[in-house]
Nanobody, 115 residues
Framework: QVQVVESGGGLVQAGGSLRLSCAAS????????MGWYRQTPGKERELVAA???????NYADSVKGRFTISRDNAKNTVYLQMNSLKPEDTAVYYC???WGRGTLWGQGTQVTVSS
């Protein structure tokens, strides 16, 4: 059984940092893009950052210079280092994994930034 499990969310004050992790497990093959999306109530899920298997990354304009995405291909794990957090970063963060048989989403992890 394949699955994607996120960890690392929580409550932090504005200006603080958090690191999210997402591990893909099971009989996965040909993992290509891994990424992070976020969603707040009443809004559509939006891309935060994504990274290819070769290491090419792209970011939402709102997080450029503050967030860094990275991955460990040997562990099928993707990370999101979030610095200088703002209250508007508050959301449920979802991990996405594109692999040989489609796309998997994690269950989501809550990030709350207090002002």
């Amino acid at each position: 059984q394949v699955q994607v499990v996120e960890s690392g969310g929580g409550l932090v004050q504005a200006g603080g940092s958090l690191r999210l992790s997402c591990a893909a497990s099971g009989s996965m093959f040909s993992i290509n893009v891994m990424g992070w999306y976020r969603q707040t109530p009443g809004k559509e899920r939006e891309l935060v950052a994504a990274i290819s298997s070769g290491g090419s990354a792209n970011y939402a304009d709102s997080v450029k210079g503050r967030f860094t995405i990275s991955r460990d291909n040997a562990k099928n794990t993707v990370y999101l280092q979030m610095n200088s957090l703002k209250p508007e970063d508050t959301a449920v963060y979802y991990c996405l994994v594109q692999w040989g048989r489609g796309t998997l989403w994690g269950q989501g992890t809550q990030v709350t930034v207090s002002s």
